[in-house]
């Protein structure tokens, strides 16, 4: 047989690096508070989206959301929050966290006795921590109100850890005593898929034996609406029609909030332990658009580049890719310079990998999409089906090549791409690989 | 931002807001800060927005604290205890401790300074320092807390005559604990088969308390000049009274307030409790003391730290005083029930 370069890079990558894999998932998400629930809700597109209360004003032109369900964290004063019973957080830890914190603190919990880890296992130098948020916009605009109306000696002491991007693996970080790599990832709407990439890096090139990787938003009223200024939120009414991508008809995203946490951990820690992974993180490929601050380029050429590169890094021929949860958010432009990019790839072999996108059923949860898309599609991988593009009525002509399942089909993928693309034109794509 | 800057400057000034009519829109709005604390804490906080009676604060203070503190820890707090540590016995950490202050000011409508708070460690720290801050007094000196190798540093008594574990030296006072180990070489004969700290022992240990807050300049001196700890000896003691037998495991919590100082007598009052429960009290007790290099021994004096022995008190008799101590020390009067 011929050893092409293209396979030679194959055999090398494969020798130096240890594989990673994905052991263990936390949601706290539109569509469920755990896993089945979650795997439940996909397979049988279920969507998370609903007329959103606080929307409810004259002067506020979107209407819907895909708030997280059983969490109630309206109130500035964390002691009001409600959440769900099988969760209990002292006061102490709840004060330096919003709303997106809490999730991730309950996801975290989740996802640690998913993977069936011991303290030990997860509290020690060789395990990080990356995390991705937008921080609380909800509690920043309090506090910022509070110190500029009774001065800044009367803030809350830990208001600037609760609301700041950081908040999420501020918090999780110390109060999970994690003492290997923590930091946490903004490149907004890619920042969970860069911080799973980069947690790739950590466990392949060595340096940890396991990471956590966090995407977490508050998905309230304060961190959806100022997307309602550039025109990116659905002003659609009905919660079924709202979030379609790929829709000749879509006219915009629906926000999310919520959390998830994802295990990662090195195939020496996955043997050791006895456990069964999810899937592979095979790895991932990054690029930028070079192009616009908020607005996709036209043809994709970043997440071109990413996809390509995601590819290449882990030997996997365009063939060979049986599934691409898009990105996809039912924006306009955002969709169609996503097929295209695909289109691009997989076209001139003739491949014609399945494509969807989830947050027909979420929403788009901006820092939280990455991780959180990335567990849909461990699960996709580990329970054999592809989870459809829901809320479709007619595809957009400019999609028309893409194979978009509208109904979930029952199929066992072996790899998978995961695809984010952020403000400032970041583009990343995962990739996924059945064990 | 230079808005901001300068309404932070105005909100740091020390002292008291000034009066101001208090609406009913202002008691909805203390009802909604205080909406975690007891109904206690929230009526003593609108009587005191009404009229200013201090004496209303430290009801406000002690519920603000319960409220930050974890459940389980609430009942300690209400049992009225000053010497109550925030940090060691209340689990409170530095940023509670702010979350407590802002809410305080808030309540209270009155400016804390960081550098105030630095001093507080116990609630009666905090009672204490509001207490003055409301009406207007100087601030108390800030409470320094010794553990025993500092004691014993500066300490003329030493092991295993020394009876103080810790000590804490405020400008009305000082307290100290001593936790009976029993070790100490005396239970072994007090008494047979029941090991019970001697009354007398009791009193050297408070005694031992005036002697390092003598030492410590809990009275202020005339020319600058240090108390030296060789000049330090008992004289008398009066009003003695003892409530409970304290036993091996028991810790006994110290506090002893100057009445009264004239070179070279310094008269305090002293008192032990063990937790919440009185053991023993004594109206007066008088060391003698001097200045650096200007000793003043009066006769008779006895060394505190010698051993002021009236072992067999708590048996029901009355002490039989050795010739040494007669003129000094004034026999122990009330007997434990």
Redesign the interface.
């Given at each position: 047989m011929e050893t092409s370069g293209f396979h030679r890079n194959r055999i090398l990558v494969f020798s130096l690096m240890p594989k990673v894999y994905l052991t263990g998932i936390g949601f706290i998400t539109s569509i469920g508070n755990d896993v089945a629930t979650v795997a439940r809700s996909l397979r049988e597109l279920r969507h998370g989206i609903e007329v959103y209360a606080p929307f409810q004003k004259p002067e506020i032109p979107v209407k819907v959301a895909a708030p997280v369900k059983g969490f109630q964290t309206d109130s500035v004063d964390c002691?009001d929050w409600t959440y769900p019973e099988r969760y209990r957080v002292?006061?102490?830890v709840l004060?330096g966290m919003g709303p997106n914190t809490l999730y991730a603190y309950c996801a975290m919990q989740q996802a640690i006795e998913d993977a069936k880890l011991s303290e030990a296992d997860w509290s020690n130098d060789e395990t990080g921590l990356y995390a991705a948020s937008g921080g609380s916009p909800y509690l920043l605009g309090h506090l910022m109100q509070k110190?500029?109306t009774?001065?800044?000696?009367?803030c809350?002491?830990?208001g600037i850890v609760a609301a700041i991007a950081g908040t999420v693996n501020f918090n999780l970080v110390a109060h999970f005593k994690i003492k290997g790599a923590s930091t946490g990832f903004s490149s907004a709407c890619a920042s969970s898929s860069h911080a799973a990439g980069f947690a790739y890096d950590e466990i392949a090139l060595g340096r940890q034996k396991r990471m956590f990787v966090v995407g977490a938003e508050d998905g309230n009223l304060d961190s959806i609406l100022p997307f309602a200024g550039m025109r990116a939120l659905s002003l659609q009414t009905d919660p079924a029609k709202a979030s379609r991508p790929f829709d000749v008809a879509r006219d915009g995203f629906v926000g999310t909030g919520g959390a998830t946490v994802l295990v990662l951990e090195s195939e020496d820690e996955v043997a050791r332990r006895g456990v069964q992974p999810y899937c592979e993180l095979a790895g991932w490929g990054q690029a930028s658009d070079g192009h616009n601050v908020a607005i996709s380029h036209p043809e994709g050429s970043g997440l071109r580049l990413a996809m390509e590169r995601a590819l290449k890094a882990t030997g996997v021929s365009p063939e060979e890719v049986d599934y691409i949860n898009a990105h996809a958010t039912s924006t306009p432009i955002g969709d169609v310079s996503e097929a295209k990019a695909i289109h691009a790839i997989f076209s001139p072999s003739g491949a014609r990998p399945l494509v969807s996108s989830t947050k027909a059923l979420t929403g788009h949860g901006l820092s939280l999409a990455g991780a959180m898309e990335t567990g849909f599609c461990a699960l996709a991988l580990r329970d054999g089906f592809i989870p459809g593009s829901a809320n479709i009525t007619e595809v957009d002509p400019a999609c028309a090549d893409l194979a978009i399942p509208q109904k979930t089909e029952e199929k066992q993928a072996r790899v998978v791409l995961n695809n984010s693309s952020g403000f400032g034109g970041a583009n990343v794509s995962l990739v996924l690989k059945r064990v | 931002m230079a808005d901001v800057a300068e309404q932070g400057q105005k909100s740091r000034e020390p002292g008291l807001a000034k009066p101001q009519t208090f609406s009913a829109d202002d008691e909805s709005a203390l009802r909604e800060t205080l909406k975690r604390c007891s109904p206690s804490t929230i009526e003593a906080a609108i009587a005191f927005r009404k009229t200013r009676d201090p004496e209303k604060v430290p009801t406000v203070v002690i519920g603000v604290i319960e409220r930050f503190v974890e459940p389980d820890i609430r009942p300690k707090l209400r049992e009225g205890d000053d010497e109550l540590r925030l940090v060691e016995d209340l689990g409170v950490d530095s940023l509670t401790m702010m979350e407590i202050v802002i809410l305080v000011e808030d309540v209270l409508q009155m400016q804390i300074n960081n550098d105030e708070l630095r001093n507080l460690r116990t609630v009666g720290d905090i009672k204490t320092f509001i207490d003055c801050k409301i009406r207007g007094l100087p601030l108390p000196k800030p409470t320094r807390h010794l553990p025993v190798e500092q004691i014993a540093a500066v300490m003329p008594i030493q092991p295993p005559f020394l009876f103080l574990n810790e000590a804490s030296i405020g400008g009305q006072g000082a307290t100290a604990k001593y936790k009976i180990t029993g070790q100490e070489f005396f239970l072994q004969g007090h008494f047979k088969d029941n090991p019970v700290m001697p009354a007398s022992m009791m009193l050297e240990a408070l005694g031992q308390l005036g002697v390092l807050a003598l030492i410590e300049g809990i009275i202020p001196s005339e020319d600058g000049r240090p108390v030296d700890p060789k000049t330090i000896f008992f004289t008398s003691c009066e009003g003695v009274r003892c409530h409970r037998v304290c036993k091996p495991g028991d810790v006994l919590t110290l506090s002893i307030k100057p009445k009264r100082a004239k070179m070279p007598l310094a008269t305090f009052e002293g008192t032990i409790r063990v937790g919440q429960e009185k053991a023993a009290i004594a109206e007066e007790i008088t060391l003698t003391f001097g200045y650096a290099e200007a000793v003043a021994t009066p006769p008779n004096a006895e060394a505190t730290g010698s051993g002021a022995s009236s072992g067999n008190a708590e048996a029901g008799q009355n002490p039989a005083p050795g010739a040494s101590e007669a003129a000094a020390f004034t026999p122990l009067r009330e007997l434990p029930a």
């Open positions: 002691e002292k006061r102490e004060r110190m500029h009774q001065g800044v000696m009367r809350s002491p830990l | -």
